[in-house]
């Protein structure tokens, strides 16, 4: 143990803990701006440097370690004094139209100058930089906004191993950019917004695709139908201060049916969907081994799709050519309105509201576009651009009432309510799997070693005799590791479950900002709650799923289903890793 | 009023003459990876800044040309903002009345050709070419990228062996490299900015020194996979090594007696003792390494035949053939090649030289050990012959001190021009044309010119002839490896055009270099060799590296440690430098700012640990 005080307080702590640490632990809050525990230790932002008795030049607490003997002081005139220059350095350097900025009541800046009490003007000349942007790209970078606080290059390198981002030039002029000189939409960026959600203020952001959401709205000649992916609800609320009570499915549906929704379908629906397709198409795999590489890949996550089309190419192949639950349910609802309702499918525009920026640029592929030509999901929207539809439409969710998702597309098992967990797409195609062998359910709760936040999880599934090997992998550095050890031989599965966010789409990068924790593991046990709630636990139970197949479909992997359901995923050019372009 | 008054210096110029000192050091002290244009802004408004005011070209136009650099770092300016520079700095560089002014445009000029797309760059996509991807200088600068702050901070712990792992996994040369490298880390240290550079050679030679033997890692499951290397230097062995420890059986050829290449044949014992070179070698074959010495390629085996028997091939035949003068007199009787006389010293075959006179013909690092070797083989008058300035060789200038002060004379603006022999070819002289340095050519250095003076006669029994070596590639050329002025043709990650699985490092490709880029080259050649062979086999340490401490980091002397006295060294072979002591060590490896973790160096999380 190491013995010291912080300002005045003696505390001990274990040798290595960091200043920030040992004073957190005494009930001192030491401002910081840059910190990002484990992943953007940098000491960049100097709004962390404590005065240490003793020293001449002052220290940051978060990548300093405490000394035996070591008097702190955290709020001296000196740390005063530096702590403030340093702000109005950075505020210096900041585009501070904070009126009109997503951030705004969510930004690390703002809220450290207010603590700081910076009120006053500023001493130093603005010296905002401006750089161009393709605003059309799913992914938004605001130089003027950027404070280089490096989290996104770190995040983007250390969680998801894609080194899209750098500290660009040398000097004064040094600013994040994208690498190699290459633009956005030039890069193998998966758009999964993990640098978003960890931007320390609103220099990256997802392209606000609210306007034309409100132009349907607007328009009478449409339908305008919203559907609501898996992870949505456990998390909508947040923006809002409601707990998991409070923002129920029930508010979300009335909310959205309020902002002039004609229809709210449930995404979970499509996960149930997926479900049947993906199991159908495993087993198939399965009983065709000479066909097919192992192991079958999940299809369900555009971020995860985008990396191995640019990252491991060769592997495409061994992906489930099932689209993704939203793509699946928006094919399926503009047909079966068409075929079902005589409705001009032209007239339905499909807004899916999720976790996710992947979605965006997802929707936006050449081929989605089977229902009738037009793309199957017209707009995406984050959750973040949804409560922001929410505000700006006065709506107060925790006073509305609650309602039903429409029919027929609103009835989910739990088994598509767990999609937006880690694990959550393996366990529901295992339930489903286990029953189209063995026909019988298994225990619902049978295969709950896939849960958890676990990024590598493995589990052998026993299925009348047959050892299912499965893998299921979130955030893209450990999809990485998997894959290169899958190729190295070093391990073999037949079903790999991928998610490109860090604990599957409850930390997905369209989700509330919380800056400095994570919400995903509460977000995840929330769905598994519902799960647990739901009287269907199993897809192949779900009766609006097998109304659609008796009466639409037919059977899973049927000529319908396989022209509405599933895709090609060679259908469109994804930018290769730079590696890969150099060989 | 008083006719005259003494000059004094005032406190501000006093101030400013330390600031000057600043200055130097601070650009001695410039990390790698730096925007050139920023960086020529940045030196023409200090250009500016010493103008005196008289002169239009200079006053005036040295300001709007720091504006237009300026337009363009702020993506402000067009492609027609370069060439108003460009014209601008040329009227500038042709009309300023003194150096303070056409010198200047003369540096704007330079920067406009040599790094004109990093200025089209910023005009076009408001963008710089150049990034800090390397920003810790030292690990940056050593060409095998050994991690440096780590195994100082090590030293500093005390946990020498450690230190030895983690120098290890970039480098399997340790000892040898704590005693001869050239070390490249040392040029842009950080604490430059503060004192002086860090003794990283030092510190490392400290480390070996106290580690006792340390063991190399286990090597991973053997793969079945055969590689050869052909050439038992710095580049082969650790080329080896790490392909060993990847698994790959692997088989060094030499043509010589004793493993080490020129690191044995080219380097005098005073510098490396054998049995210091001895423990890296042994250290790097108990990994299970096969060797064949006196074998050469292309006589006894042929290129084919070990094409046919192994999996992969890497040659790293070094740069061994000596270079001739083509001088009247060159075959006579008591003149050497370098190569021939180290290599003879390397295999422990000592010529005897007492009582002659010896001339020494170079001015490089082999012709320092052949002059140095020569008063050790007792030889009463060493004489170094130079065509050029002392400040011009291309030696360590510590070796030139070393050599001087163990009673070698050192002979510069002399150029050779025959070599003198009696009637039985014996050598009497060599026969020298004094010099004058003129023009400075494209090296940077004075062109050695004719001096209107005549020749001069140095009697002398023996002549060494130390000008450069050249690669032994005949045979390779003839095998059909690509072969380019001598040297064997190879890209920057070992691989030969149309010769897959055959590779090529060290000083054959590069030609005469140090054993570092040649260790550098080895590691490279390893992991692409793994690669090629389907593999992705990781090296790493595991070592934990001590969490750095914060401190003011006040200004102290660099450590360097003393030579054994001259009178006494220049009689043996034995090793002439000294370790540093425990204070010494602790106290350099304290002066260690810790790049790896303060400024740049810790937003890429301080080091690779692992490749």
Known sequence: ?583 | MSRLTIKTVSQAQTTVEGLYKDVERRIIASPPGLCPVDLAASFLKLCHAQTCGKCVPCRVGLGQLEQLMDDVLDGSADESTVDLIEQTARVIKNTADCAIGFEAASMVLKGVEGFRDDYLEHVRHNRCIASMNQPIPCTALCPAGVDIPGYVALIHEGRYSDAVRLIRKDNPFPVVCGMICEHPCENRCRRGLIDASINIRGLKRYACDNAGRVPVPECAEPTGRKVAVIGGGPGGLSCAYYLSLMGHSVTVYDAHKYLGGMLRYGIPSYRLPREELQRDIDAILSTGIRVEKNTTIGKDLTIDQLGEEFDAVFIAIGAQQDKKLNLPGENGRGVFSAVELLGRIGDGDIPDFTGKNVCIIGGGNTAMDCTRSSKRMGASRVTCVYRRRTEDMTTLPDEIEGAVEEGCEIMTMSAPVRIELDDGDNVTGLVVQPQIPGAIDKSGRPRPVKADLPEVIIPCDIVIVAIGQGVDSKEFEEAGIPVVRGSISAFDTGNIADHEGIFAGGDCVSGPATAIRAIGAGKVAAANIDQYLGFNHEITSGVEIPHPVMHDCGAYGRIQPDMRPAGERSRDFEQIELCMTDEEACQESGRCLRCDHFGCGVLKGGREERW
């Open chain 1, 1 to 583: 143990m190491v013995n010291l005080t912080i300002d005045n307080t003696p505390v001990s702590c274990m040798e290595g803990t960091t200043i920030m640490d040992a004073a957190a632990a005494a009930g001192i809050s030491i401002p910081h701006l840059c910190f990002l525990r484990g992943i953007n230790e940098i000491a960049a932002c100097r709004m962390c440097t404590v005065e240490i008795e003793g020293t001449e030049r002052l220290v940051p607490a978060c990548d300093n370690v405490v000394q035996e003997g070591m008097d702190v002081h955290t709020n001296s005139p000196r740390v005063r004094e530096a702590r403030r220059i340093n702000a109005e350095l950075i505020m210096s350097q900041h585009n501070g139209n904070c009126i009109s900025c997503v951030r705004s009541g969510n930004c690390s800046l703002q809220t450290l100058c207010n603590d700081l009490n910076i009120h006053d003007g500023n001493p130093f000349t603005p010296d905002i930089s401006a750089r161009r942007w393709n605003m059309k790209a799913p992914l938004i970078h605001d130089a003027s906004k950027c404070i280089k606080c490096m989290r996104c290059v770190n995040v983007c390198s250390k969680i998801q191993d894609m080194h899209i981002w750098d500290l660009e030039g040398s000097g004064g002029h040094a600013h994040i950019n994208v690498t190699l000189g290459r633009t956005i939409t030039d890069a193998d960026c998966t758009y999964c917004g993990q640098c978003i959600i960890n931007c320390s203020t609103g220099a990256l952001r997802e392209r606000d695709d609210t306007e034309d959401v409100y132009s349907a709205l607007a328009d009478p000649s449409k339908i305008v139908v919203a559907q609501v992916a898996p992870a949505v609800r456990a998390g909508w609320g947040e923006d809002f201060g409601l707990n998991n009570s409070e923002a129920s499915e029930g508010r979300l549906v009335t909310a959205l049916k309020k902002l002039g929704f004609d229809y709210v379908f449930d995404t979970n629906m499509g996960a149930d969907m997926t479900i049947m397709e993906e199991a159908a198409e495993f087993l198939q795999r399965m009983q065709n081994p000479d066909h097919y590489e192992k192991p079958m890949f999940t299809s369900c996550c555009p971020g995860w799709i985008r990396f191995i089309k640019s990252q491991y190419p060769d592997m495409v192949p061994q992906l489930s050519t099932a689209k993704s639950p939203h793509q699946m349910m928006a094919a399926t609802v503009k047909a079966w309105f068409r075929d079902e309702k005589g409705i001009d499918p032209h007239s339905i525009y499909m807004v899916s509201i999720m976790p996710c920026l992947a979605k965006k640029a997802e929707s936006a592929e050449p081929n989605q576009n089977d229902a009738c030509g037009d793309p199957d999901v017209n707009t995406v929207l984050t959750v973040r651009e949804m409560n922001r539809m929410f505000r700006s439409d006065h709506i107060r969710p925790v006073l509305l009432s609650e309602s039903e998702f429409d029919d027929p597309f609103g009835f989910a098992s739990g088994a598509g309510k767990i999609f937006g967990v880690t694990g959550g797409v393996m366990e529901a195609a295992l339930r489903t799997a286990y029953h189209s062998v063995t026909g019988k359910n298994p225990d619902p709760d049978a295969f709950q070693n896939v849960r958890g936040m676990d990024g590598w999880k493995e589990a052998v599934i026993d299925i009348s005799g047959a050892k299912i090997k499965t893998a299921v992998v979130s955030g893209l550095a450990n999809t990485r590791r998997l894959i290169e050890a899958l190729r190295l031989g070093r391990v073999r599965y037949d079903f790999v479950e991928v998610m490109a966010c860090p604990g599957g789409c409850s930390g997905g990068g369209g989700m509330p900002i919380h800056d400095g924790w994570s919400m995903t593991d509460t977000r995840g046990s929330q769905l598994y709650k519902l799960d647990k709630n739901s009287d269907i636990r199993f897809s192949h139970e779900n009766p609006a799923v097998i109304k659609l197949y008796s009466e639409y479909f037919g059977a899973p992997l049927s000529e319908k289903a396989e022209e509405l359901l599933h895709t090609d995923h060679d259908g469109w050019e994804m930018p290769l890793n730079p590696r890969l372009c150099e060989r």
